[in-house]
């Protein structure tokens, strides 16, 4: 099975910060990967698709990059509602996982 | 509007059978290219990938779940049943449906959640 890597676990910013957040898999995986984020109490929302495609309705700070093995979701200005809980995970074949997630926190 | 929405019990006792429903709208689970996946979490865990079923019948389940997994689907009433044997108070969790889409490669809807809690 294909494991994912995320890192931070835990990141502490201000608003107005540039983020980025790294995934790396245990093997390669092209550019089959989804970036979700997660608020307390909520179900997980789509933010990138195929490592770099933006979901319709998502901010455009928003952005991923990467391919391969190593990935990256970067923030340009972090804004307060997007103190979170992000996720990746890899789609290169039928058995899937998440990674750890890595928590947004203010700082 | 595609929507999800589990359902099931929210109290099940250590050595029972969950089973819980999916029930979808705004799309088709016979539909080329589309699968329905459950997903768990923890209370202040991360989410783990529990399996999946595809538009063509499908299946395909966690390695470490496996043994104990049934995911099934009744197209006709729009359903997806999620049945997990020998519930043990480490499988409390909130249980996640949500779609999965082959164009996006991604899942891009998701159900609002169900909790379930395995105590005696």
């Known amino acids: 099975d294909i494991q994912m890597t995320q890192s931070p676990s835990t990141l502490s910013a201000s608003v107005g910060d540039r983020v980025t957040i790294t995934c790396r898999a245990s093997?390669?995986?092209?550019?089959?990967l989804a970036w979700y984020q997660q608020k307390p109490g909520k179900a997980p929302n789509l933010l990138i698709y195929?490592?770099?495609s933006l979901e319709s309705g998502v901010p455009s700070r928003f952005s991923g990059s990467g391919s391969g093995t190593e990935f990256t979701l970067t923030i340009s200005s972090l804004q307060p509602d997007d103190f979170a809980t992000y996720y990746c995970?890899?789609?290169?074949?039928?058995?899937?996982?998440f990674g750890q997630g890595t928590k947004v926190e203010i700082k | 509007q595609v929507t999800l929405r589990e359902s099931g019990p929210a109290l099940v006792k250590p050595t029972q059978t969950l089973t819980l429903t999916c029930t979808i709208s705004?799309?088709?689970?016979?539909?080329?290219?589309?699968?329905v996946t459950w997903i768990r979490q923890p209370p202040g865990k991360a989410l783990e990938w529990l399996g999946r079923?595809?538009?063509?019948?499908?299946?395909y389940y966690s390695t470490s779940l496996k043994s104990r997994l049934t995911i099934s689907k009744d197209t006709s009433k729009n359903q997806v049943v999620l049945t997990m044997t020998d519930m043990d108070p480490v499988d409390t969790a909130t249980y996640y449906c949500?779609?999965?889409?082959?164009?996006?490669?991604?899942?891009?809807?998701w159900g609002q959640g169900t909790t379930v809690t395995v105590t005696s």
């Open positions: 093997q390669t995986i092209g550019s089959w």
């Open positions: 079923i595809d538009w063509d019948d499908d299946k």
């Open positions: 949500a779609r999965y889409r082959t164009i996006k490669e991604s899942l891009d809807v």
């Open positions: 705004g799309f088709s689970l016979s539909t080329s290219g589309i699968c």
């Open positions: 195929k490592a770099s």
């Open positions: 995970q890899p789609y290169n074949n039928y058995f899937w996982t």
